[in-house]
Nanobody
Framework: VQLQASGGGLVQDGGSLRLSCAAS????????MAWFRQTPGKEREFVAR????????YYADSVKGRFTISRDNAKKLVYLQMNSLHAEDTAVYLC????????????????????WGQGTQVTVSS
């Protein structure tokens, strides 16, 4: 399984970006997918998760109402639509695949994911 994130860039405060994550492999639609973000010196932080058939989504409190995660199983893509961006959203954003095919209450933890993309940089200027 390989994950390739793209769509990052420089945006002004209050702006929007849409990130994409392209996945390889034949089992994409079987696993939940998630986005995390990381800034230098800080632990990787959960952002959002989408269930295998996209019927359930979960968000960090810091992005709820501003970010939307979605997926297209036919294209093996996961998206993160980010609106009302602020400087504190500046980070490298990484997509990840769930380690198991079933839901876990530890879905916000790094250990719940086994495949990671390389990340895409999002910079919000104030």
């Amino acid at each position: 399984v390989q994950l390739q994130a793209s769509g990052g860039g420089l945006v002004q405060d209050g702006g929007s970006l849409r990130l994409s994550c392209a996945a390889s492999g034949s089992t994409f639609s079987t696993y939940a997918m998630a986005w995390f973000r990381q800034t230098p010196g800080k632990e990787r932080e959960f952002v959002a998760r989408v269930s295998p058939s996209a019927e359930r989504t979960y968000y960090a409190d810091s992005v709820k109402g501003r970010f939307t995660i979605s997926r297209d199983n036919a294209k093996k893509l996961v998206y993160l639509q980010m609106n009302s961006l602020h400087a504190e959203d500046t980070a490298v954003y990484l997509c990840a695949r769930a380690r198991t095919t079933y839901w876990t209450p530890t879905y916000r933890g790094l250990a719940s994911y086994d495949y990671w993309g390389q990340g895409t940089q999002v910079t919000v200027s104030s």
